[in-house]
């Protein structure tokens, strides 16, 4: 259970470095040897390139197909950072990352997305997830695609979310949208400095420094792709451009010119 320390240093602890970049797999694919081949391959140029960990996402894939990643990363990558998102299924998220040994769960939603009668529930199924497994959570709040019923204010399902996971995922209004500044500055600010915040869509290679100095660490997939969106393919020139901007910052020099938004 990951209950030892501050979130802080929980984070610190399992993402070493500076505002790292974790690298979202999506998992297209024909059928599910090509989506396992396609994504080997994808694993390959993406640390190459440098990323700092991976997130493998049933995104266009299946469980299965998050299953045989995950299978091939404790086998072949044992120093690498990798967890796991499984859409439309929490369970499974958090029963694959304990057999895999991923280092984090990424969750949708983990506050506000609920009416107040179902999130009682779905708060005590977290907090028995949460202690099956060592694996982080990363959990969305006013994420993207998520409806917000709660009705509580921003502040309240913030200060719901510190107690629910390790850091917060903020994001836009959709898949490789840039996400606001505003938004991401107003997080900052209900969470306090010591809260890890992840912005988890839309950072280009011309507003990464403007993203990472309000936020700790970044989820990027569609901009890594030869398209610039998520249909596209791993394209290991976008990858290494965009670590390459990501060193910039990490540097503390002045924020890089060029790149695509």
Request: proline share 4%; with cysteine.
């Amino acid at each position: 259970m990951t209950g030892q320390g501050s979130a802080r240093a929980r984070f610190d602890d399992r993402f070493p470095g500076d505002k790292p970049v974790l690298a979202m797999l999506h998992l297209k694919g024909e059928d599910e040897q090509d989506r396992l081949s396609r994504a080997r391959t994808e694993i390959d140029v993406l640390l190459d390139a440098g990323v700092d960990a991976l997130v493998v996402e049933n995104y266009f894939g299946t469980v299965t197909d998050v299953e045989n990643v995950l299978a091939h990363l404790q086998g072949n990558y044992p120093d690498t950072v990798y967890g796991v998102n499984v859409l439309d299924d929490d369970a499974a998220g958090f029963a694959l990352a304990e057999r895999y040994g991923a280092t984090f769960v990424q969750l949708d939603s983990v506050a506000g997305h609920l009416a107040p009668e179902d999130d009682g529930p779905f708060e005590e199924r977290l907090r028995q997830w949460r202690a099956s497994t060592s694996a982080l959570v990363l959990g969305g709040v006013r994420f993207k695609y998520q409806p917000v019923l709660s009705g509580n204010s921003l502040a309240t399902d913030l200060a719901i979310a510190r107690s629910r996971c390790d850091a917060v995922v903020v994001t836009g209004e959709g898949t490789g949208q840039e996400t606001d500044p505003q938004k991401i500055s107003e997080f900052r600010r209900l969470l306090g400095s010591d809260f890890p915040i992840v912005v988890g869509a839309g950072v280009t290679v011309a507003n990464v420094a403007e993203q990472l100095a309000l936020a700790d660490a970044a989820i990027v997939g569609s901009y890594l792709k030869d398209s610039y969106t998520d249909q596209g393919d791993v394209a290991g020139e976008h990858v290494r451009a965009l670590m390459a901007a990501v060193e910039t910052v990490r540097r503390g020099a002045p924020e890089p010119t060029g790149g695509r938004r």
